[in-house]
Nanobody, 125 residues
Framework: QVQLVESGGGLVQAGGSLRLSCAAS????????MGWFRQAPGKEREFVAA????????YYADSVKGRFTISREEGKNSVYLQMNSLKPEDTAVYYC??????????????????WGQGTQVTVSS
């Protein structure tokens, strides 16, 4: 059974930092892609960042480029999201997602087969 478990969310003041972690188990994603999405109350789930396991290519939403960094740990099914210079508009539930076979649409929720349960990130002004 495939599981994605996120951790690292919390409450932080504007300008602060948080680091999210996602540990995957149950299958390998070495040839796929892992990503982070977020969903604020009353809004659709939106793409934040993604990383291809092979080659380490990274992709970011314009709204987080230069502030967030996605990374992976070699040899492990883990992905991280370092979030700096956080803003109140970053407040959302953050979800880890994984696709064992990269289809190209890293920004689309339909690309991903597996999802974590989500972790709350709240940025106060």
């Amino acid at each position: 059974q495939v599981q994605l478990v996120e951790s690292g969310g919390g409450l932080v003041q504007a300008g602060g930092s948080l680091r999210l972690s996602c540990a995957a188990s149950g299958r390998s994603f070495s040839r796929g892609v892992m990503g982070w999405f977020r969903q604020a109350p009353g809004k659709e789930r939106e793409f934040v960042a993604a990383i291809r396991r092979s080659g380490g290519y990274t992709y970011y939403a314009d709204s987080v480029k230069g502030r967030f960094t996605i990374s992976r740990e070699e040899g492990k099914n883990s992905v991280y999201l370092q979030m700096n210079s956080l803003k109140p508009e970053d407040t959302a539930v953050y979800y880890c997602a994984a696709d064992p076979n990269f289809g190209g649409s890293y920004y689309d929720t339909y690309e991903y087969d597996y999802w974590g349960q989500g972790t709350q990130v709240t940025v106060s002004s």
